[in-house]
């Protein structure tokens, strides 16, 4: 099928041929007809299928008849994230330019007076995350009785974010004639539930299950141990020893990690930069335009930062974290392997990971295999700055002697000046991991090697009856054991046998 099939307007369409699509992808196929029809459509789609441009272009059809009035948008687009609005904002401006309408954002972390001034225009096209758009409703400044067409996006992201009620709160603003189009990537009972409620005998359409991965990705797990400083030396060893990366994202399951991790890998001299949910929007923006156009080669993000964005071309993921939700694991790694393309995604995993690792493939069906343990001699946290929460800032002399230690995977590490670059090659030792193995142990707890976790390979970790057996074996053994809680000093009366108290022999039926 070609886009000229669709029922899409000559200005879609030279929209579309200027963008270089060749054929329209299968949610494009399943959808467009029926938006274009004013039907309700309940899309079940990720990020990477084309979604946006599902709704985006039969959108712009429909818009080409009619006007916008003051403060009251004509179509309404909500989003769970800022990027996300911003990059459908993006779409607009693409598949829009031979359109003349007006495409309003409204967002949190940009001034109340601009988007005022763009919505006394009148809005076409208004994308907004449910927080800042129930902010201006209350402030009188909006009205949402002219909404032909509402579109509710990542809608399980908005679950996930508490957005529910407030998309509640929104439907019953809005004329009940008007057309919805919802689209989530999974469909949990909650969201079945609000699109029951709002929307109107819709058309499902649905593509590749959100519990698939692409097959271009090399999905592997590297055990590590599960302090902090262990992870970031686990990393550094990856990202040191990865083959072609070009640019990593490293998916964090906490705000504050994404911090951490971010500023220890500045420190040890690689390009990073941070995208989390409390930055504002500037440094936010700032960031993805830096990690889009190459100028910051690793990008440390939580999920909810990284949810949808488009980035076309990112070589590998790793999961500093692994995600306590299998679906995020999906979405994460669905940042690599896009259109067809190689892709590597490598999650450090320690003991406590076994419950996410077994969710993650009993949804996916594929058996993730485990690279061997990583030998940390070539980056050892030697120098962390971030070790032990910060408790040691490095010497002067101490941040030159990580200069000095060249990870192998330059591309990621900051631009030297070429004089820089002439001294650190001169000054730089051979990684220490081939010539130089540690002399001491690193001060971090070891990793742990997949024995660690069991039979070695290909499943290193213990089923979970096994665990559970061996944890009873290990209760029934405890009375023999030693009690190591309190090394050689057990106090005398903690070792006599525990007698029953006369109340309660008396209820157990014991008493003489
Ligand atoms: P989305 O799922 O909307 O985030 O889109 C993912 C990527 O696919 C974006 O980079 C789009 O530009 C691209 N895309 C959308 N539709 C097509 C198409 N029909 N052919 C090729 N690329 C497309």
Partial sequence: MNFSDLGLSEKVLAAV???????????????????????????VAQTGTGKTASFTLP?????????????????????????????VEQSFVVYGQNHRLTVSLLIGGVSFADQLKKLDRGADVLIATPGRLLDHFERGKLLLTGVDTFV???????????????????????????????????????????????????????????????????????????KPWDKRAVLRSLIDNAKDLKNAIIFCNRKRDVATVCRSLTKHGYSAGALHGDMDQTSRMATLDGFKKNEVTLLV??????RGLDIPTVSHVFNFDLPTHAEDYVH?????????REGTAISIATKADRKYIDAIEALTGDTIEWIGAIDFSSSSSEGDDEERGNSRKPSRRGR??????????TEARKQDTPKQEERRQEKAPAPRRKEQPAPTPAPVSAPVSAADYGDPS???????????????????????????????????????????????????????
């Fill in 152 to 226: 509710v996006d990542e809608a399980d992201r908005m679950l996930d974010m508490g957005f529910i009620p407030d998309i509640e709160r929104i439907c019953k603003l809005l004329p009940p004639t008007r057309q919805t189009v919802f689209f989530s990537a999974t469909m949990p009972k909650e969201i079945q539930h609000l699109a029951d409620q709002f929307l109107r005998n819709p058309v499902k359409v649905e593509v590749a299950p959100a519990a698939s991965t692409a097959k271009t990705i090399t999905q592997r797990l590297i055990s590590s141990g599960s």
């Fill in 400 to 409: 030159g002697k990580q200069r000095s230690d060249a990870p192998k995977n």
């Fill in 332 to 340: 994460r790694i669905g940042r690599t392997g896009r259109a067809g």
């Fill in 458 to 512: 290909p499943r290193p970790v213990p089923s979970r009856n096994e665990a559970s057996r061996n944890n009873r074996g290990r209760s029934k053994d405890r009375g023999e054991r030693q009690v190591i809680g309190m090394g050689d000093h057990v106090p005398a009366f903690l070792l006599l046998p525990i007698r029953p108290t006369k109340e309660k022999e008396q209820k157990n039926g014991t008493s003489d």
């Fill in 301 to 306: 993000a939580s999920d909810v930062a990284a």
């Fill in 59 to 87: 959108m712009l059809s429909l818009l080409e008849t009619g006007r916008a009035r003051a403060r009251m948008p004509r179509t309404l687009i909500l989003e769970p994230t800022r990027e996300l609005a911003a990059q």
């Fill in 17 to 43: 041929r200027s963008a270089g699509y060749e054929k329209p992808t299968p949610i494009q196929e399943q959808a467009i007809p029926h938006v274009l029809a004013r039907r309700d459509v309940l899309g």
